[in-house]
């Protein structure tokens, strides 16, 4: 998986390990080290990062810093995510596509 973060940074993926990487210096921040669980989608925007991963647990991530800001967890893994114009995550796990915002700012 591969994922546009701005003007300088894209997201890769492989297995249990999301990177965003700046391709001017080649420099790269591990998103969400803490989690061991594999990666399933993601989607990649100029503000926030969110990675999905097989535990159900979907992770938004600063990815000028790799911090979390705020995690999800849902009763099943996503298996697609994109940020819609307005700024909310929308997800789709199993045969429903939901739209999720946050208290804190993404």
Same mark, same amino acid.
């Given at each position: 998986?591969?994922?546009?973060? $701005?003007a @300088?940074?894209?997201?890769t993926?492989?297995?249990? &390990?999301?990177?965003?990487?700046?391709v &001017? &210096? $080649?420099?790269?921040?591990? +998103?969400? *080290?803490?989690?061991?669980?594999?990666v399933t989608?993601?989607?990649a925007?100029d503000?926030a990062?969110?990675?999905a991963?097989? @535990?159900? !647990?979907?992770?938004?991530? @600063?990815?000028?810093v $790799?911090k979390?800001? @705020? &995690?999800?967890? +849902?009763?099943? *893994?996503?298996t697609?995510l994109?940020?819609?114009?307005g700024?909310q995550?929308?997800?789709?796990c199993?045969?429903?596509?939901? +739209?999720? !915002? !946050?208290? !804190?700012?993404?």
């Open positions: 998986m591969i994922g546009w973060a $701005g @300088d940074l894209i997201v993926v492989l297995h249990d &390990t999301a990177r965003v990487r700046d &001017t &210096t $080649g420099f790269a921040t591990v +998103l969400d *080290p803490g989690n061991t669980a594999v989608a993601i989607a925007a503000h990062v969110a990675v991963r097989a @535990d159900g !647990s979907v992770s938004i991530v @600063d990815p000028a $790799g979390v800001r @705020d &995690t999800a967890k +849902l009763p099943y *893994p996503a697609a994109c940020w819609s114009p700024g995550l929308v997800v789709a199993r045969r429903d596509l939901s +739209l999720m !915002s !946050s208290t !804190s700012q993404w």
